[in-house]
């Protein structure tokens, strides 16, 4: 069939059928690889601390919105940082390297969802990279109130989906059991 004619039939099928005959938002799949987001920033003089190496608030800042982008791509709805995992900066990231981030949601509860995130260090001139750390972030859903909101449920398609969901479900645990304690002290 030549194109506008395609075109022609299409246009007609959504005047008749309205949105309806259209894939939805809530009918759309919302698999890890949906939700998977990657950023990438040169290290520049103004990132630098004392000592000379990239500033750990710098790094933070990066993960926080890399990880942000992954759990509203999950939801579609605005959502907040809840809470960051411990982060161990084990190594120095040097100003002048190349920092890439990669984010994905791990699991989802009714209105919350952790992200992780790998953290990798290039050096541009020679393309070695590091992997120089790795952190868990908890995010909330909200709607117009602010109110923590539902959010659709999370498909595992791999194997690296399954072992990372369970890992995260573990920690889940762990972070609401801490909840419990924080909530009981004086
Ligand atoms: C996030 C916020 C809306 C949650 O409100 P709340 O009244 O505490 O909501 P709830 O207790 O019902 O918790 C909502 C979800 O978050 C989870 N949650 C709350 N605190 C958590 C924590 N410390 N760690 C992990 N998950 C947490 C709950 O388990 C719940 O998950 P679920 O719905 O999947 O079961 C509210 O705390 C807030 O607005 N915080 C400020 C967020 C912000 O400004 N962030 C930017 C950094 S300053």
């Excluded at 949105?19 to 040169?42: G, K, W």
């Excluded at 990132?47 to 990239?54: A, C, K, Q, W």
């Excluded at 710098?58 to 791509?73: C, F, G, Q, S, W």
């Excluded at 602010?146 to 690296?160: I, M, Q």
Aim: positive net charge; glycine residues 4%.
């Amino acid at each position: 069939m030549p194109r506008f004619a395609q075109w022609l039939t299409l246009a007609r099928r959504c005047i008749f059928h309205g949105m309806s005959q259209l894939p939805s938002a809530s009918a759309a799949r919302h698999t890890v690889a949906q939700s998977r987001h990657e950023s990438t920033a040169l290290m520049m003089p103004t990132d630098e601390n004392v000592r000379g190496h990239v500033f750990g608030g710098a790094i933070l800042a990066m993960l926080d919105k890399t990880a942000a982008v992954a759990a509203m791509r999950h939801s579609r709805q605005p959502c907040v940082t809840v809470s960051v995992d411990r982060v161990d900066f084990r190594e120095a990231i040097m100003v002048g390297e190349l920092v890439i981030m990669k984010a994905s949601v791990n699991w989802v509860g009714r209105t919350s969802m952790e992200v992780g995130v790998r953290v990798e260090a290039e050096n541009i001139l020679t393309g070695v990279r590091r992997h120089t750390h790795s952190c868990y972030t908890t995010f909330v859903a909200i709607d117009e109130a602010g109110r923590p909101s539902p959010v659709p449920p999370l498909e595992l398609e791999t194997e690296d989906d399954r072992r990372r969901h369970a890992a995260a479900t573990a920690r889940r645990q762990r972070r609401l059991e801490e909840r419990k304690t924080e909530r009981r002290s004086p």
